[in-house]
């Protein structure tokens, strides 16, 4: 209720019976839960607006990074985010 959504609403989105809740509604709830708004928006089958922008800017790039990226393992992926992250790249 804190976010403004009613518990029964939540319950059927949960369930799978509505539609998810637009991506500011998923940010408050994440907000709420102390979750990652990503993680919420991805299990909703969402991709938030920055990140779509993101992809506009270069969607050739980003269509062949994800593709390469697909079976990658874990650690690879967490590695190779934490040199971008800390500009060892």
Known sequence: MRVGI????????ERGQVAPPSEATIRK??????????LLLAMAGKVSRE????????????????????????????????EVRDGDW
Do not use: C, H, N
């Open 6 to 13: 009613e518990p029964a609403y939540l319950s059927k989105v």
């Open 51 to 82: 990140l779509q922008e993101i992809i506009l800017r270069r969607p050739q790039l980003f269509a062949g990074l994800l593709r390469q990226l697909r079976r990658a393992p874990d650690a690879a992926l967490l590695r190779i985010v934490r």
């Open 29 to 38: 709830l994440a907000a709420e839960l102390g979750e990652d708004p990503d």
